[in-house]
């Protein structure tokens, strides 16, 4: 029972986060300024985690091109900000 509640709190958790994002991407559409990135920025990173792992190309197709290229974007800064392990390093 505990593995369905938390599979349905998960769903949920995603559906939140895909209109979250549904959102600012209509949002950066309209109005391309500053504070809005800043803004889409800041909220986004409570969700990097989920976004670094959600691969499923279906999800970025339902964005406009922006979009996708500014979670892109924010995956690889977090990327590249990881310090390297011994393996990496050589």
Do not use: G
Not at 40 to 54: K, N, P, Q, T
């Amino acid at each position: 029972m505990k593995a369905a509640r938390d599979q349905t709190e998960f769903n949920q958790y995603k559906t939140y986060v895909s209109h979250m994002v549904f959102a600012y991407d209509e949002i950066l559409r309209i109005n391309d300024e500053t504070e809005w990135h800043d803004t889409f920025d800041y909220d986004l990173s409570f969700h990097m985690r989920y976004i670094c792992d959600e691969n499923d190309p279906r999800f970025y197709k339902t964005f406009y091109k922006r979009t996708p290229r500014f979670c892109w974007c924010r995956k690889r800064r977090l990327i590249a900000a990881r310090p390297k392990t011994k393996l990496q390093a050589a």
